[in-house]
């Protein structure tokens, strides 16, 4: 009997919260809010690591115009090892060690020249940027994505450059959404 009144006198606790609750607002529909067990953990992990890329992109420009070398000048140097696709005695072209995609390949100037980012450019570079671009192209042709790819430079923090050696990424071997980012 008592175990029968400690139940009923929970129910009853319960029930009359349920009600104060309702009462204060209103039931949220189901269909737009769902339990957190039920929400996609996708979009936290997306948030979390485009805040990383933020973060890491401000602490790069910080250090931009050190003229330090850059995790590109020792790959250059082989100091760093790296999968080269293409080189000549201009550009080094190699996959991305976080790659985006299936065929994620950079595409770098072996000499920087004051060429950190792309808003830095000027007349001088004209040669190299065309000759990247042009590289991109063979690297595309090289991987099989000649029929679909696409380039990204990303230029300063609000774009998340996180190294300020001008570099071209080469997308591909998936379908590109737009728009982009």
Partial sequence: MAAAMATTSTLFRCSHLLRACLAAKPFPDPFRIRPASLRPRRGLCHISASL????????????????GPT???????????SNIVYEDEKVLAFHDVNPQAPVHVLVIPKLRDGLTQLGKAE???AEILGHLLYVAR???E????????RLVINNGPGACQSVY????????GRQMKWPPG
């Fill in 71 to 81: 995790i590109f000048d020792k790959i250059i140097s082989k100091e760093i090892p």
């Fill in 123 to 125: 007349p001088r570079h």
């Fill in 52 to 67: 990383d890329e933020e973060a890491s992109a401000k602490a790069a420009a910080a250090t931009a115009d050190s003229g």
């Fill in 165 to 172: 050696h001008l570099h071209l990424h080469v997308l591909g």
């Fill in 138 to 140: 063979l690297v595309a």
């Fill in 142 to 149: 090289k991987e099989g994505i000649l029929d679909g790819f």
